[in-house]
């Protein structure tokens, strides 16, 4: 089993940062993605970004120039860094990832509970 803990969600300002992180554990024996999608009230769960084990990133083109994600790789921890945000930023935040698991060798993808990130106008 493989477990995600996430933290860093909260209250801000529009205009204001804040920094999610994800720390993955359990029977992981690769990690080959790891990344964030979103939800807000009434809407589906969208890719906000995502980072793959060889770096290459991808974002949604509504948090471009604005979020940044980067991983640690000997912690197995995913960072989103978001800046200049917005109040249509308000969402819950999930952490995502696909790994091969230490039993069988298969890949599986898990998600972290959740963190509220709200943001006032």
């Known amino acids: 089993q493989v477990q995600l803990v996430e ?11 804040l920094r999610l992180s994800c720390a ?6 690769s990690i080959n993605l790891m990344g964030w999608y979103r939800q807000a009230p009434g809407k589906q769960r969208d890719m906000v970004a995502t980072v793959t084990s ?5 974002y949604a083109d509504s ?10 790789g000997a912690k197995n921890t995913v960072y989103l ?4 945000l917005k109040p249509e930023d308000t969402a819950v935040y ?3 990832t696909i ?13 972290g509970q959740g963190t509220q990130v709200a943001v006032s106008s």
């Not at 933290?7 to 940062?17: E, F, K, R, Y």
């Not at 790994?99 to 060798?105: E, F, L, S």
């Open 7 to 17: 933290s860093g969600g909260g209250l801000v300002q529009a205009g204001g940062s």
């Open 94 to 96: 999930y952490c995502y």
């Open 54 to 58: 060889g770096g290459a990133t991808n």
């Open 24 to 29: 993955a554990s359990g029977s992981i024996y």
């Open 99 to 111: 790994v091969q698991v230490t039993t069988t060798r298969r890949m599986r993808n898990y998600w």
């Open 63 to 72: 948090v471009k120039g604005r979020f940044t994600i980067s991983r640690d």
């Open 81 to 84: 860094q978001m800046n200049s």
